[in-house]
């Protein structure tokens, strides 16, 4: 089975993370990780190619320090890794970087089928959760997205995700996308051997001319909305109380005080 | 330019042959944007008096008659061709997992622009669609202008409050066309409705009580607090992942994201997991035993204390001070 795992760089969640003045995620003043709901994916892939034999790509977009996305994913098992990486696409919606990604997977399969792309449910710089399903539209894959359970039997890919209000199991056969939740599986750790081999992996960096793709159709100027102001929230100036036995009638104070009882 | 008079499509979510909460949230956000028309999947409403009374001009039924047909790309395909058929220019959705998939598949079909998880929409001079976020565990707020003509919004719920039009709309039922399954690949082999519990739903409720770690499992006060004001119960990873609550109260940004007026987290520390779910909430209250718990750096209120002291005191004072012990 031939497997891609597409992951994100973002900003790690302890860091001051922040966005730029013409409102864009600060990608280079701020510590970035793999995205973690990312580990998930990984290890979905991992899983399914140690049961059946085959091999998992790893791929992502995104400038030079992105590349610590995949090399972690290179760490955890992952065969290979590709990177797409363009100045044109600086400022891409979810929509460019889907058409992207789509592009490159369809290169992936020029030495071979892809049979599944998995993904993570979210990025959680963003957390639109939108980039599989649109990925699934472009690349015309049935798409099982949010998998909290995830198995592949007889070329068929089974699901079971669970919704706002009510649970689905699905099932479609391989080539097939899906993306799988932090409930699908507990990411590993790298081993020692991961991490060496992982060190002298070369990642190849493809470009948007590489992939045949129009820079005028990526990008900030081609995104479909554009960030007209990015503020930071002023912090709650909150009061904080200790108990001395009466802390839960002053908190019911402070609802009444504040129409929070009506 | 956007001509005026273009409608405005809400998808309203029902349950039971009612509408959900978020779906008079809709109609309200809707109306303020243009001629609002609801859109209710599934069998028809058994009264579409709160629609009418919304703000709903048209109530577009569009049948789906079997599983497949309510998969998210088949619903996007029903209202790309209701969209078309209307002239509508913005679709509404109230957030979740499954409705931002439907209006991505939407968004992708129709060329139009994806918003997700608004906190308020309006119309600028020139009548594009405008809306606000939040981001980074609703640590930064955002607005964005749609670029394009068309727009496809998720509100998050209780981004606006459910009022009732001045002028109610007519609400006239209309049949669409049903939805036909998109994908032929994909078979759902099972659908199963999780119970309603009998206290509100915790993505929709305006007051909200999550229990963390600190309850050890004892959910007994939480409970209490909650039903005293009226709210829903909700929990952190760290108590789903105990099994001491079940999955789908999990509030956090891999769980259900709320936004109430009110929330309360009691043995909450306030992890930017789980704050990324709970942040953009109205009035933030939180009891913890640890004063260096990092939910007291952005709660309006804390108590250093004990839960299992605090929440029941709190609760019999709020039931003396509405008149109900």
Known sequence: ?262 | MTAPTAPVLAVVEHHDGRPRASALELLTAGRALGPVHAVWLGDPPDDAGPLAAHGAAVVHVVPVPTPEAGLPASVAAALAGLAEATGADVVLLASGFGAKEVAARLAHATGAALMVDASAVERDGEGRVVTTQQAFAASWTLRSAAQVGRAVVTLRSNAVRATPAETPGAAEVRVAAPARPADPRVRVVERTARPASDRPDVGEADVVVVGGRGTQGDFSPVEDLADALGGAVGATRDVTDEGWQPHDVMVGQTGVTISPRLYVGAGVSGAVHHRGGMQASGTIVAVNTDPDAPIFEFADFGVVGDLAEVLPQAAAEIRRLRGQA
């Open chain 1, 1 to 262: 089975m031939k497997i891609v795992v597409c992951v994100k760089h973002v900003p790690d969640l302890q860091a001051d993370r922040r966005f730029t003045d013409d409102g864009r995620v600060d990608r280079e003043g701020v510590d970035g990780t793999l995205n973690e709901l990312d580990e998930n994916a990984v290890e979905a892939a991992l899983r399914l190619v140690e049961a059946a034999g085959g091999e998992v790509i790893a791929l992502t977009m995104g400038p030079d320090d992105a590349e610590d996305a995949v090399r972690r994913a290179l760490q955890m098992g992952a065969h290979r890794a590709v990177r797409v990486t363009d100045d044109a696409l600086a400022g891409s919606d979810a929509f460019a970087t889907a058409a992207v990604l789509a592009a490159a997977v369809r290169r992936l399969a020029d030495d071979g089928p892809v049979d599944l792309v998995v993904t993570g449910m979210a990025a959680l710089d963003g957390l639109m959760s939108v980039v599989p399903t649109l990925l699934a539209a472009h690349l015309d894959l049935p798409q099982l997205t949010l998998a909290a359970e995830l198995s592949v039997a007889d070329g068929v890919v089974r699901v079971r995700r669970d919704l706002d209000h009510v649970t689905e199991v699905l099932e479609a056969p391989l080539p097939a996308l899906v993306s799988v939740t932090d409930q699908a599986n507990e990411a590993r750790y790298p081993a020692f051997a991961g991490i060496m081999a992982a060190r002298k992996a070369q990642v190849p960096v493809w470009s948007l001319a590489d992939l045949g793709l129009d820079p005028a159709a990526v990008g900030g100027a081609a995104a479909r909305t554009r960030v007209l102001e990015a503020s930071p929230r002023p912090p709650r100036e909150g009061v904080v109380i200790t108990d001395t036995g009466d802390g839960g009638r002053r908190l019911a104070a402070f609802l009444a005080e504040n129409g929070l009882l009506a």
